[in-house]
């Protein structure tokens, strides 16, 4: 785990949350997603964050990450307020916010070392790679950051190749690579086996171990409040609820969650 | 279990099935028609008509690669092609004219690459209609009429493009007919590969053909990365069509127009997935002189020439069903379940066997 990217060393820990979202809200159209959300995301804890579907957890997400932007509201990046017209993936990244999407983060055709790269290769001044040097490094992360080791899986396998569950590990292992102060993962369990599962609940642990935060979507309750620190509930655009999985057991956070829906 | 990581062979050596298919076509037709392929000027004549289809073809596999489709750039050889004669012969602008030339075909591309990233038309469908654009804007402007470029030859324009520069050296009759657009095609062929394989800009494209979501997600500007794309195939298209018109000392309307399945083929024979995410130049310049050696080899073994599409359409399907069967363990799987060769789907042995059990897809 000591392996780390020294051009994008993380910035001293001076700061309380990683993310704030202060009363954003989000229209598609006439069609209100979010509504009024506040949030805050602290340095080293796992927020899950759960809702029915279209609950508005996914389009949340993307706000905090830059893939869609607020129609109003207030983002803050390590306690700083930034400009959310501005606000971009490529910015998320330069902030050190990383995401882990269920079926979306890599390209199935591609070789692991250019998943690992693509967006930010290490070129010469013209653009051209330097694959010697990517291969090396993604090498070194599949071997010491995710523990692929001895199972065959090199750096020129195509993602095709790879389990679910292995998919989820390198996603996240490039994540961690990229010194993420804060990992989104959107369903990373979802369509998974059982034993699969087990492994992608290690590396979220691993992300907590290491000192950096995460958010963790989730369908599968048991799961989240499994590792979870702190749970958000989501219904209908807005946070209803905020527990933490010492207050609920799973089958009485399943009972609200039908409750919400029966209420609405 | 390791094979199932493995990296099959076709991958590993770009472009190898089909490199083996033209050398395996090669011999055929040097034994069906020996007094031509055992001849050193049907070579010198490939490398003077075979440059503007390759460049085509280079374009398209970016193209192609990036999970998009060009239908206009038989369009674009017959208006940039327009442009550079008009220019160069009413005009007298000389390598003007070339620079307004390609600029014709960069503007063309653009507009393309304009449309389908930012307005969302599909590519099949917006290139379908600036083909039809293009051509009868050509065809307005010009009047119908075709130029002849009488003279031309003693120009530096022409000289420098399609020249043959060893006219007049001591040696076999082959070299002083090799002419220039071979070695600026080679220059461009090489320099691509190493975008397509070793640049930013290469990488890119290949994500983008597997997936614009994943793309977008990883951070890559993919309207701007699909603008650059079709403005490259314009550029490429551009360049063909100087090429086409000055080696034919000619100018005509539908000069481009043979090129729209000529070209497709080559980059589909060499390789390039239909579904992009994948790409190979090396495979699409075998392509190519696959095609052109086609056309060649059949006639000269004494098949009219109404035969030549019917055999480079099926040697097309035959490429094209041969890269799913070799390279797509999923649909391979289904094709054998649809023929019934297979009675449980999944059940296939290790060495072909997609994780099937735990896929997300």
């Not at chain 1, 501005?86 to 910015?91: A, T």
């Not at chain 2, 530096?156 to 006219?167: D, E, H, K, Y």
């Not at chain 2, 050696?293 to 055999?311: D, F, N, P, Y």
Request: aromatic share 10%.
């Amino acid at each position: 785990m000591e392996l780390t990217n020294d051009a994008n060393a993380p910035a001293a820990q001076t700061y309380a949350n990683i993310v704030r979202l202060e009363n954003v809200q989000k229209f598609f159209g006439a069609v209100q997603a979010l509504s009024d959300i506040t949030l805050s995301i602290g340095r080293n804890e796992i927020v899950g964050l759960i809702g029915d579907n279209g609950a508005g957890k996914s389009t949340l997400i993307k706000v905090m990450t830059g893939v869609l932007s607020p129609t109003s509201g207030r983002i803050f990046v390590r306690d700083k307020e930034i400009d959310p017209t501005g606000y971009s993936v490529r910015k998320a990244h330069d902030l050190s916010i990383e995401t882990v999407y269920q079926d979306r983060s890599l390209a199935d055709k591609q070789p692991l070392w250019r998943n690992f790269f693509v967006g930010r290769q290490i070129t010469n001044r013209f653009g051209f790679i330097d694959i010697r040097r990517e291969k090396e490094i993604a090498e070194d992360i599949l071997l010491n950051a995710i523990g692929f080791r001895g199972v065959g899986i090199t750096v020129d396998s195509t993602v095709a190749q790879l389990s679910g569950g292995e998919r989820q590990g390198i996603a996240i292992g490039r994540a961690m690579y990229y010194n993420a102060d804060l990992i989104v993962l959107d369903e990373p369990t979802a369509a998974l086996a059982v034993k699969e599962v087990r492994k992608v609940l290690d590396f979220v642990r691993k992300i907590k171990e290491s000192g950096r935060a995460c958010v963790y979507i989730e369908h599968n309750l048991a799961h989240v409040h499994e590792i979870a620190d702190r749970l958000v509930i989501l219904d209908r655009g807005r946070v209803v609820s905020e527990v933490t999985p010492q207050e609920m057991s799973v089958a009485e956070l399943t009972d609200y969650l039908i409750s919400l829906q029966q209420h609405g | 279990m390791a094979d199932r990581y493995s990296i099959p062979i076709t991958r590993r050596f770009e472009g190898l099935p089909i490199i083996v298919v033209f050398f395996v076509l090669l011999g055929l037709f040097m034994y069906t028609a020996p007094q031509v392929f055992l001849a050193p000027f049907i070579y010198t004549t490939f490398l003077s008509t075979l440059p503007p289809l390759i460049l085509l073809a280079i374009g398209l596999t970016f193209v192609i690669g990036s999970g998009e489709i060009d239908l206009s750039f038989p369009a674009i050889i017959g208006f940039s092609g327009f442009v550079f004669a008009v220019l160069f012969k009413e005009y007298e602008l000389g390598w003007l004219a070339v620079a307004a030339g390609l600029g014709s075909g960069i503007l063309v591309g653009f507009v393309n690459g304009v449309l389908i990233a930012k307005v969302g038309i599909p590519s099949f469908i917006t290139t379908l209609g600036t083909q039809f654009f293009w051509f009868g804007m050509a065809t307005v402007l010009s009047g119908g009429k075709s130029y002849a470029l009488r003279g031309a030859n003693e120009t530096s324009v022409w000289q420098g493009i399609v020249g043959r520069p060893f006219a007049g050296f001591d040696g076999p009759i082959w070299l002083g007919q090799v002419p220039m657009q071979a070695f600026w095609t080679l220059i461009i062929v090489i320099f691509l590969w190493f975008i397509m394989n070793r640049h930013r800009f290469g990488e890119h494209v290949l994500f983008i053909g597997d997936s614009n979501d994943v793309s977008r997600v990883l951070g890559i500007d993919v309207d701007r990365e699909k603008i650059k794309i079709f403005t490259l195939m314009g550029f490429l298209a551009g360049i063909a069509a100087i090429m086409l018109t000055l080696e034919n000392k000619n100018y005509f309307g539908n000069q481009g127009q043979g090129y729209l399945l000529t070209a497709i083929a080559s980059v589909l024979i060499g390789g390039t997935s239909i579904f992009g995410g994948r790409a190979t130049i090396i495979g699409t310049v075998f392509g190519c002189l696959i095609i052109g050696m086609i056309e060649a080899g059949l006639v000269a073994s004494g098949l009219t020439g109404a035969w030549v599409r019917t055999i480079q359409g099926l040697v097309f399907l035959i490429a094209i069903i041969s890269y799913l069967y070799l390279e797509e363990p999923q649909k391979r799987a289904e094709m054998a379940a649809r023929f019934g060769l297979k009675r449980e789907f999944g059940r296939t042995g290790s060495a072909e066997k997609p994780p099937v059990a735990d896929r997300q897809t």
